[in-house]
């Protein structure tokens, strides 16, 4: 089940534009952990979880474009996370891929914010299929999708149930599902669209994964 206050948020979003920083120009869906806004993205880390809840960020069509920094997977652990974040050591031979929530292609218009997208607090556990596969094709789609809007807010993150196992010394948490939500938030129509995507080898299509902003709640 997804938070029920980001669905909430999801909701009323266009009421609280209030934050000066475009990562969380929607307002904050929820703050039940250590919330953290970078140059690129803002997310909200559960030590109980080792990994984000949700990861915010704005993806412009200039954004896209602007490729000047390129990938280098510096890897590494974060250091302004107050209770200690995730470490390499707990990746480390468990079969699941570093997945990031904020992908690193969508930060390759700053250095600073690539760079910034390898800290370990924008990874979760991803089945290696899905994370080289499936997820990356979702996220290719999204590059797509923003040169042709100019502008989209995108908010992703895992979703936990019940016996959830978990990986390395840190016990972090690997999530059965992932969400991604990317709004087109600009008057006069706004859309939204989701997917809802199991943490496993695909079997089935993309589109088959659509579902509505309700849907995450069930």
């Not at 209030?18 to 140059?39: F, K």
């Not at 059965?176 to 995507?197: G, R, S, T």
Request: hydrophobic share 40%.
């Amino acid at each position: 089940m997804l938070n029920k206050a980001v669905v909430f948020f999801l909701l009323i979003f266009i009421h609280v534009s209030c934050l000066a920083n475009d990562n969380l120009d929607l307002g904050v869906p929820s703050t039940n952990g250590q919330l953290v806004d970078r140059i690129g993205y803002a997310f909200l880390y559960s030590e109980k979880h080792e990994q984000p809840l949700w990861v915010s960020y704005k993806l412009t069509k200039a954004e896209v474009r602007n490729k000047v920094a390129k990938r280098k997977d510096n890897f590494r652990l974060d250091p302004v996370i107050k209770t200690g974040s995730a470490t390499i050591a707990d990746y480390k031979g468990s079969g699941y891929d570093r997945g990031h929530l904020a992908p690193a292609a969508d930060m390759a218009w700053s250095k600073k914010a690539m760079s910034e997208s390898f800290l370990l607090t924008n990874m979760s556990p991803q089945v290696p299929a899905l994370n080289r596969g499936m997820w990356r094709i979702l996220e290719e789609q999204i590059r797509k999708r923003a040169l042709k809007e100019k502008e989209l807010y995108i908010i992703t993150g895992p979703i936990i149930r019940p016996n959830y196992k978990t990986i390395g010394p840190n016990k972090v948490t690997v999530p059965q599902w992932y969400y991604k939500i990317i709004v087109d938030y600009h008057q006069p129509e706004i859309k939204a669209l989701a997917f809802m995507i199991p943490n496993r080898k695909p079997q089935k299509s993309l589109q088959s994964f659509a579902v509505s902003i309700d849907k995450l709640e069930e």
